[in-house]
Nanobody, 123 residues
Framework: VQLQASGGGLVQAGGSLILSCVASGRTLGHYGMGWFRQAPGKEREFVVAINWSGAYKDYADSVKGRFTISRDNAENMVYLQMNSLKPEDTAVYYC?????????????????WGQGTQVTVSS
């Protein structure tokens, strides 16, 4: 299984970005997906997750109301819409795939990881 995250970049505070994650090697639609991020000098932290059907979503408090996760199982894609970005959102963002249709908020709940995409928010 390979996960490829893309869409990162440099944006001013208050701006928006859309991250994408495409899965290859197995059908994405059966599995929960998550986004994590890691800032320099900090541990990887949970951002958001979505279960296999999209009916359940879980957001970190720090991104609630600003970020939206969605998925297109037919296209094997997961998206992260990020609005009202803040400098503290600066990090490498990773998409991850769970071993089942459900999701968790810890890295250990995920089996496969993408390579990460850099998001930098300037003040």
């Amino acid at each position: 299984v390979q996960l490829q995250a893309s869409g990162g970049g440099l944006v001013q505070a208050g701006g928006s970005l859309i991250l994408s994650c495409v899965a290859s090697g197995r059908t994405l639609g059966h599995y929960g997906m998550g986004w994590f991020r890691q800032a320099p000098g900090k541990e990887r932290e949970f951002v958001v997750a979505i279960n296999w059907s999209g009916a359940y979503k879980d957001y970190a408090d720090s991104v609630k109301g600003r970020f939206t996760i969605s998925r297109d199982n037919a296209e094997n894609m997961v998206y992260l819409q990020m609005n009202s970005l803040k400098p503290e959102d600066t990090a490498v963002y990773y998409c991850a795939q769970a071993p089942s249709g459900s999701v968790g908020t810890t890295a250990g709940a995920y089996l496969y990881w993408g390579q990460g995409t850099q998001v930098t928010v300037s003040s």
